[in-house]
């Protein structure tokens, strides 16, 4: 698929954004992991490999709250580096929303 590269200025920090199955992992730097909240989240890198888990599938927010398509279920189409928390996030088929690895969960249809 596409790369892109994206440069934040106001962090002044480079930011790889890499989708589908061509994701690669990328550490946070001191500075960056210094600015997370340590008890919000798990390792950085478990934060990357269940967001990488959860492309193709449909999630749904924890709290059960609808997306900015409006929608309560979307389908993960990649993963990102969230510019603005620093975390792992998901991008959507739906819209073009980013949200938090640690906010979702995989949606399963209970009949």
Not at 65 to 82: A, E, M
Not at 87 to 102: M, P, Q
Request: glycine fraction near 4%; hydrophobic fraction near 35%; charged fraction near 25%.
């Amino acid at each position: 698929m596409t790369n892109f590269l994206i440069h934040s200025t106001a962090k002044s920090s480079t930011i790889l954004i890499k989708q589908m199955e061509n994701i690669m992992y990328t550490p946070l730097s001191v500075e960056q992991s210094q600015k997370i909240k340590k008890y919000n989240v798990d390792s950085d890198y478990e934060s990357y490999q269940r967001a990488h888990s959860m492309i193709g599938f449909k999630v749904i927010k924890g709290s059960k709250r609808p997306f900015k398509s409006t929608l309560i279920v979307n389908t993960c189409k990649g993963v990102i580096r969230n510019p603005y928390t620093n975390l792992w996030g998901i991008t959507f088929e739906e819209d073009d929303s980013i949200v938090d690895v640690k906010q979702v969960k995989i949606y399963t249809e209970t009949v």
